[in-house]
């Protein structure tokens, strides 16, 4: 996924500023896409320059509404259904995992208990944005709840797994 796209598909529904960009992406994307004010207004330039959206209103202070064109909607849709998603296959995580052998079974642990900890601190924080958005029937809440289902499901998973394999650690030591 890109920045590009993930704008693209925020603009969808209706027209959008920066500003409307961002708070979009601080209570949706922002566990599955991460991005910064600075990212967010240089792509918003760089996508009206190339025609995939257009400046559909201006108001005070250069605030500008950006909108979805036929060709942002075009890209869009490509990149949807005939490009393979980028499947990263590195992961720090289990590759520290894979080398936990230097440690003493005890250090293993506690590493394995800190990512169980951790996984379930962003779980707490998934459920708390759950709670807090006003989920309706339009796309953007229907495949972002989809979006935050998977991410809970993946955190609950990451905990359990690292709960057990502290356990395997532990048992070996015995």
């Given at each position: 996924?890109?920045?590009?796209?993930?704008?693209?598909?925020?603009?969808?529904?209706?027209?959008?500023?920066?500003?409307?960009?961002?708070?979009?992406?601080?209570?949706?994307?922002?566990n599955?896409?991460?991005?910064?004010?600075?990212?967010?207004?240089?792509?918003l330039g760089?996508?009206?320059?190339?025609?995939?959206?257009?400046?559909?209103?201006?108001?005070?202070?250069?605030?500008?509404?950006?909108a979805?064109?036929?060709?942002?909607?075009?890209?869009?849709?490509?990149?949807?259904t005939?490009?393979?998603?980028?499947?990263?296959?590195?992961?720090?995580?289990?590759?520290?995992?894979f080398?936990?052998?230097?440690?003493?079974?005890?250090?293993?642990?506690?590493?394995?208990?800190?990512e169980?900890?951790?996984?379930?601190?962003?779980?707490?924080?998934?459920?708390?944005?759950e709670?807090?958005?006003?989920?309706g029937?339009?796309?953007?809440?229907?495949?972002?709840?989809?979006?935050?289902?998977?991410?809970?499901?993946?955190?609950?998973?990451?905990?359990?797994w690292?709960?057990?394999?502290?356990?395997?650690?532990?048992?070996r030591?015995?």
């Amino acid at each position: 996924m890109s920045l590009r796209h993930a704008l693209l598909g925020l603009l969808v529904e209706r027209p959008a500023s920066g500003y409307d960009l961002m708070k979009l992406f601080e209570t949706s994307l922002a566990n599955v896409w991460p991005a910064t004010q600075s990212q967010v207004y240089g792509e918003l330039g760089r996508l009206a320059d190339t025609g995939l959206l257009e400046v559909a209103a201006e108001g005070p202070r250069g605030r500008k509404e950006y909108a979805l064109t036929d060709e942002g909607l075009a890209e869009l849709r490509h990149w949807l259904t005939e490009t393979e998603p980028d499947r990263v296959r590195r992961s720090e995580t289990l590759l520290r995992v894979f080398f936990l052998g230097v440690l003493t079974p005890v250090e293993a642990c506690a590493y394995l208990g800190n990512e169980a900890s951790r996984a379930a601190d962003h779980r707490a924080s998934l459920k708390e944005l759950e709670a807090a958005v006003d989920w309706g029937d339009d796309q953007p809440s229907v495949y972002g709840r989809l979006a935050l289902e998977y991410g809970l499901r993946f955190t609950a998973m990451q905990e359990e797994w690292a709960r057990w394999a502290a356990d395997q650690v532990a048992g070996r030591a015995r």
